[in-house]
């Protein structure tokens, strides 16, 4: 028994004086107590299970067999006839029961602890056998209150199998099924000074989804009941990473087995854990999934929300720009400007569509993909860098591609025919995915995680619409361009303008290679680019050539021959790992960072630390400019310093499928995505897309400890 308030105290002094008094001396019952059996009556040399009965008054609750820090478990001595023996009481799963700082362990509303009786082969049938308890139970809720009673029940002694009793023997039964039991689990411990895992694996474990998982200690002590159990799943089972109890540190634990209850997805096992490395398969794949809070309409309104403001990201701004260079190129045609319109429409719907499938297809496949991570494979970033340099070049006016070459973005963009307009629509979405507005995460994580593909199709179609709906609704409105001025030598000028966010793009993009591989993969890109910059230039004079009268069959070839060969440096190139796993992580000067992993998270927390869990990209653009303007100040700083919190960075600028199920679990399917856990152990803080250093350093002082909040003002 632990120390409880007074009132604990005191009860518990009374009980104790008062012998084997019953609970009409210390006031009302709050507890009916009955003694039922399984069955009516009990065969010689049977086990039969008789159980205790508890009808708990709403707001009151009894304990477990390990009460928790504070209680008494329910106790039954039993009286039995001659030659009767009685076994344990087979204890249902417990609840927990917080109390103020402190966890408790037990029952409310009604609970059955059943015990096998053994009949002996003696009993004769016909007669009745009188079987007694005397229970004695503590029921609390504010107050704590003794309660003793002593039962009795008659058992008709019976020569064939005993029938099971009407009103209570299915319900016995259920119960005893669905207590907790061996079933071939493998489980380990190791303790280390600041927290004890337990790993489990086993056939009832794989494929769980870890809802709700908790471990109950049979002994007291084991661990500290009150702070939060971290859970990572595995194939094959799960790890919890627990804070030590008083018993731990002493030693107490040094050669002999953790014993408790493993409750997972609504059932429960026993579990025994001798001292060792864990078994294979027991972590790896993060935190149990988050429960998905949102539902179709509210996911497609996000989503339709996301699409408009990710027209005012950066990514998008190079393809925009394409697009107001084909307007400007004929200003004064309204079905061509609608034509244009449509086109970007239906390439950017039909390719939201394309990458949704092809995100749930391989995701279903087991690959770790989500939003923005067709640019992890450093084939595609290279590739995309080259199409980027080539819309440049061509805005630039060093070549121009003509009806026959329609494989670059920016002059077939620039074209009259709707195929430049779907290509430029498609293109905007590849772009654009490295971009995470505000509503898109949430929307995007929910329509990955969907049952129905027509779900998830369905907010796609929502987040193309938004997303193209300022440009089609400009090209169906021609009293605003119609307003430019005449064509004239300000569209060349204005065109070239526009190649500059074309070449930042492809320059950025290189910047994200060099996060993605080694020295040697970059070394490739920027030789396939030289290639294809001579490739383009040899073009554009076959052109001007051509355009005077004039063959240029041998500058053609040496063009084809360039960019072929700038095509082959590209997709032979090799793009091994980079040489460290710190790939992409950003330079903190004025804030520490560590590596995310699911168990140095449910390590700090299992210290009562506030984590800050940065999930990033070298090629998210939202969560650069986040790094700049909110994570790295001065501000930002100075929340970390007094609040103790601890900054892990999540880096998914290559693929990793930890942090792919950790963005799954929290409903999201791409990066951004900011997570505040609080020292009080419970469930993380989500941080908006777009952060401020206002923001963060609120959260950090909202999730400190008692005496590290917001310096007094």
Known sequence: MRARPLVLALALFLWSASGLAYSQALGPEHVKLALVAETSGATPGSTIYVAVAQDIERGWHTYWRNPGDVGEATEIAWTLPPGWRAGDIVWPAPERLPVGPLMDYGYEGEVLLAAPLVVPASATPGQTAHVSAAVSLLVCADTCVPQTSRLSLDLPIVAGEAAPDPDWGERITGDLMAA????????????????????????????????????????????????????????QGLTFTLAPGDLAPKGALAGVVVQGVLETDGRAYEVTAKAGPPPPGSSGLGPPAARRTLDLPTAAFFAFLGGLILN???????????????????????????????????????????????????????????????????????????????????????????????????????????????????????????????????????????????????????????????????????????????PGPWMDAFKKAL?????????????????????????????????????????????????????????????????????????????????????????????????????????LRAQDRPVFVDFTAAWCV???????????????????????????????TNRDGAI??????????????????????????????????????????????????????
């Open 660 to 713: 792919a199920k950790a963005l799954a679990d929290e409903g999201r399917a791409g990066v951004p995505l900011y997570l505040v856990y609080g020292a009080d152990g419970g469930a993380p803080k989500i941080l908006p897309q777009l952060l401020s250093a206002g923001a963060v350093a609120q959260a950090l002082d909202a999730a400190a400890p008692a005496g590290k909040g917001p310096p007094a003002r």
């Open 622 to 652: 939202t969560c650069q400019l986040n790094e700049v303007v909110a994570l790295n100040t001065e501000e930002a700083a100075s929340a970390f310093k007094r609040t103790g919190a601890v900054l892990l960075r999540a880096d998914w």
């Open 312 to 486: 005012l990201m950066p990514c998008v701004f190079p393809i925009l720009s394409m697009k107001a260079a084909a307007l400007v190129a004929r200003p004064h045609e309204a079905a061509y400007a609608r034509r244009q319109g449509l086109a970007f429409f239906t390439g950017a719907l039909t390719a939201f569509m394309a990458l949704a499938l092809i995100i749930i297809v391989l995701r279903d496949g087991g690959q770790a993909v989500g939003w923005g991570s067709q640019l992890q494979p450093p084939l595609v970033t290279a590739a995309l860098s080259l199409v980027m340099l080539a819309a440049a070049l061509d805005l630039s006016g060093v070549f121009e591609i003509g009806a026959s070459l329609q494989g670059l973005g920016g002059g077939l963009a620039a074209r009259a025919d709707l195929v430049g307009g779907v290509f430029t629509g498609a293109l905007a979405v590849v772009v654009a995915a490295p971009c995470t507005a505000p509503f898109m995460g949430p929307a995007v994580g929910y329509a990955l995680t969907a049952q129905r593909l027509s779900t998830a199709l369905a907010v796609f179609a929502a987040l193309a619409v938004g997303f193209t709906l300022p440009f089609t609704a400009l090209a169906f409105t021609p009293w605003l361009w119609r307003r430019l001025p005449k």
């Open 180 to 235: 907790p039991k061996p079933a071939g689990l493998a489980a380990t411990y190791q303790l280390t000074p600041g927290a004890l895992k337990i790993a489990v694996t086993g056939p009832d474990l794989r494929d769980r989804r870890g809802a709700d998982a908790y471990f109950f200690p049979y002994e007291g002590g084991i661990i500290d009941q009150a702070k939060p159990e971290a859970i990572d799943l595995g194939e």
């Open 499 to 603: 190649a500059l966010p074309m070449y930042g793009t492809a320059a950025w993009l290189l910047w994200v290679l060099t996060a993605q591989t080694d020295r040697r993969g970059v070394a490739a890109a920027l030789a396939a680019a030289i290639l294809l910059v001579l490739a383009a230039w040899i073009y554009g004079r076959a052109q001007r050539r051509m355009a005077a009268g004039r063959a240029a069959p041998r500058r053609l070839a040496a063009a084809g021959i360039a960019l072929v060969l700038a095509a082959l440096t590209i997709g032979l190139a090799p793009f091994p790992p980079p040489p460290t796993n710190a790939a992409g992580q950003a330079v903190f000067a004025k804030i520490p960072s560590q590596p995310w992993s699911p168990e140095r998270l449910a390590a």
